[in-house]
């Protein structure tokens, strides 16, 4: 084993040990949601549902999309106290499950689920400000779900829900890029089935689809030891060298302390996902 596969096994031990683990049965939702959405047959094509806390309107929709390289044994579990700390700051909140590697997904079936699983709250969102926010993992589909308009030749381009920003928490932004550094221990290549290619690659890449007609917001730790700051930096970059509208806001703590509530990282991606709501 080389030191880059070895730093990428060892990243991969962290994740297990900060992340609840998935198995073939779907995780029991959190005491403190109101509902749980299924939007297939699969035991994992759910999404556990949070309304605002307390009285009025919600100040917005966000579906949150929990990573963990794509692989089945990570769940959506871990994001539940975040999950209520949204719907505490006034929003309405949709958590994503979807099929993973391991566990009947992988492409493009892990996108056919976050498409079929934002889609599903068509019914079900009070108010048309939608925004995706994924973690590691699921910054990647977070950011893919936003570009899905312009997938026009694809089953994924004609969205029923719009989504009006997407906040990419430590996103795994540059498949390609993954690849070439081996993330994850070669994570994106076992989501795509396989090494780089002209076809399917550019089509689950957030990279490869800039310029989007929606804001992109970056939040990411430069002490962050799984997935590098430069996954968000290269992609700011690119974006708005391209006219695209992306931000970067860096906070501390590495891979997961913005997930954790009560953490000054937590605080501001809260203060970010608040601003997403306002008019640009």
């Given at each position: ?223 962050d030891d799984l997935v ?16 695209a509208d992306a ?34």
């Amino acid at each position: 084993m080389d030191r880059r596969q070895l730093l990428a096994a060892t990243g991969l031990l962290a994740l297990a040990a900060a992340c609840a683990p998935g198995g073939s049965e779907p995780a029991p939702p959190a005491e403190d949601t109101d509902e749980r959405l299924a939007y297939g047959d699969h035991p994992s094509q759910f999404v556990d549902v949070w309304r605002r806390t307390g009285s009025g309107e919600p100040v917005g929709t966000v579906a949150l999309i929990h990573g963990g390289f794509w692989q089945q044994q990570f769940d959506l579990t871990y994001l539940e106290p975040f999950a209520a700390a949204a719907a505490a700051r006034g929003w309405d909140v949709a958590s994503l499950e979807y099929r993973r590697v391991g566990g009947d997904g992988g492409y493009p079936a892990t996108f056919d689920d976050v498409a079929d699983g934002i889609d599903v709250l068509k019914g079900w969102i009070r108010t048309p400000d939608v925004v995706t926010l994924g973690h590691s993992a699921g910054g990647h589909l977070a950011v893919w779900a936003a570009g899905r308009p312009a997938l026009t030749d694809t089953v994924w381009g004609s969205p029923a829900v719009d989504v009006r920003t997407a906040i990419s928490l430590a996103g795994v932004l540059d498949l390609q890029a993954s690849h070439d550094e081996l993330l994850g221990n070669g994570a994106a290549d076992e989501l795509m089935g396989g090494p780089p290619d002209g076809s399917t690659w550019p089509l689950a890449d957030p990279t490869a689809r800039i310029p989007l007609d929606v804001p992109v917001r970056c939040v990411h730790a430069p002490d962050d030891d799984l997935v590098p700051i430069s996954q968000s930096t290269d992609y700011v970059e690119r974006a708005t060298a391209a006219g695209a509208d992306a931000t970067l806001t860096e906070v501390s703590g590495g891979h997961f302390a913005a997930t954790e509530p009560g953490t000054s990282a937590a605080s501001t991606l809260l203060d970010v996902l608040d601003a997403a709501a306002k008019p640009v």
